[in-house]
Structure formats: C-alpha cells, structure tokens
C-alpha cells in the first residue's frame, strides 16, 4: 500500500528562537533542529514524502524563504549539515511564507498534502504586527484549504493562548509548553494528522 502523503514542514526562523530553554543548554532553535531531524529519519522509514522550509524576513519586499531539504532530497548528510548550520534570523513574516509552502505543496505528487508550521509565537514583522498580521496569516491558511492542503501548527515555548485559536482555528494547532518534549510530540501529531 501506498500512503500517498506529501508534508512540508514550514520552521520559524525569526529571532525569538535564539532564546534559550530553562533547564538546558540548548535554544529554542537547537530544539527545532532535533525535531526535524527525527521526523525525518521517521518519515523516511514511512516512505512518505517531506520537504523541510524555514522562514523569515525583514518587510514585505525582505521575506526569507529557505528551502532546507526537498521532496526528493534523501536524508543525507549534506541535508544535515544544512539542518545544523541554521541560524536565527530577522522577524516572523509568516503569510508571506505560507503562501510560498503552499505552492511548493501544490506541486507534490500525492493524495494527501500537509503543511505542518513550527514556531514559538505569532507573526510580528516592520508593518506587519498584530491583528493585521493574524488577518494576513489566516488568509493565507484558507487559501492552503482551498488548494485542498491540510495544515496544522505546533507553537513552542509559550503558554496557550486563545489567540492562537483566533490565529490558526481551534483544531488546528498544538502548543507544546516545553520545547523540550517537541521532538516526541511532533511525531505523535504527525501520526494523528496522517492516520
């Protein structure tokens, strides 16, 4: 049997993942990294299909979108060096960047399209803050479902907020408290998603 699921795992690059953990070493980023990592290895013994996105920018005119590992891309070690040489960047322009995922999507040979989208808070850019910024976001999350792409999103690092319903629906995201415990429960929402 063929699963037919194509993801796109879309990582908040913006500086706020500089911040360090309580009780470790690591930063909210280095966390990030293990994650992807492990979905994956996990993903590749699956057979389903994942690219690997990060995002950040500065402005509507500096939006960064770095493509980290393609659907094609076998999990090589040059696709790990690429994971263990990302760096905190600018500012979270997330609608800009979800836009951008989901026309790689688009493109993906398979039943099921999912863009998963890991970061550790809400978009915030020069010009681009507040409830425009969540307007501009939750536009560009519709448009994914009227491409027939799936999304889900995984908030780190912070409490839950009711916003966060506001900003992605209700059944459409997790926030995990402890960025610690993203790397399990990453692959347990994965799992759920693609069932």
Same mark, same amino acid.
């Given at each position: 049997?063929?699963?037919?699921?194509?993801?796109?795992?879309?990582?908040?690059?913006?500086?706020? +993942?500089?911040?360090?953990?309580?009780?470790?070493?690591?930063?909210?980023?280095?966390?990030?990294?293990?994650?992807?990592?492990?979905?994956?290895?996990?993903?590749?013994?699956?057979?389903?299909?994942?690219?690997?996105?990060?995002?950040?920018?500065?402005?509507?005119?500096?939006?960064?979108?770095?493509?980290?590992?393609?659907?094609?891309?076998?999990?090589?070690? /040059?696709?790990?060096?690429?994971?263990?040489?990302?760096?905190?960047?600018?500012?979270?322009?997330?609608?800009?960047?979800?836009? /951008?995922?989901?026309?790689?999507?688009?493109?993906?040979?398979?039943?099921?399209?999912?863009?998963?989208?890991?970061?550790?808070?809400?978009?915030?850019? +020069?010009?681009?803050?507040?409830?425009?910024?969540?307007?501009? +976001?939750?536009?560009?999350?519709?448009?994914?479902?009227?491409? /027939?792409?799936?999304?889900?999103?995984? +908030?780190?690092?912070?409490?839950?907020?009711?916003?966060?319903?506001?900003?992605?629906?209700?059944?459409? /995201?997790?926030?995990?408290?402890?960025?610690?415990?993203?790397?399990?429960?990453?692959?347990?929402?994965?799992?759920?998603?693609?069932?």
């Amino acid at each position: 049997d063929r699963r037919e699921v194509a993801v796109l795992l879309l990582v908040d690059l913006s500086r706020s +993942t500089a911040g360090s953990v309580p009780g470790c070493a690591a930063s909210v980023l280095d966390i990030e990294k293990e994650a992807i990592v492990v979905l994956c290895e996990a993903l590749s013994v699956l057979g389903d299909s994942l690219a690997v996105a990060g995002f950040s920018g500065s402005g509507r005119l500096g939006v960064d979108y770095v493509r980290i590992k393609g659907f094609g891309d076998p999990m090589t070690d /040059h696709v790990k060096a690429r994971i263990g040489a990302l760096q905190p960047q600018r500012n979270t322009r997330m609608g800009a960047a979800i836009r /951008h995922a989901g026309r790689e999507l688009s493109g993906a040979d398979a039943r099921v399209r999912l863009l998963l989208v890991l970061g550790d808070g809400f978009p915030n850019d +020069t010009d681009y803050k507040g409830s425009h910024a969540v307007a501009d +976001t939750r536009q560009a999350l519709l448009e994914l479902r009227a491409r /027939h792409i799936r999304f889900h999103a995984l +908030t780190v690092n912070r409490p839950a907020d009711p916003k966060l319903d506001q900003l992605y629906g209700r059944a459409r /995201h997790h926030v995990i408290a402890d960025v610690r415990d993203l790397p399990g429960k990453l692959l347990r929402a994965y799992s759920a998603l693609t069932r």
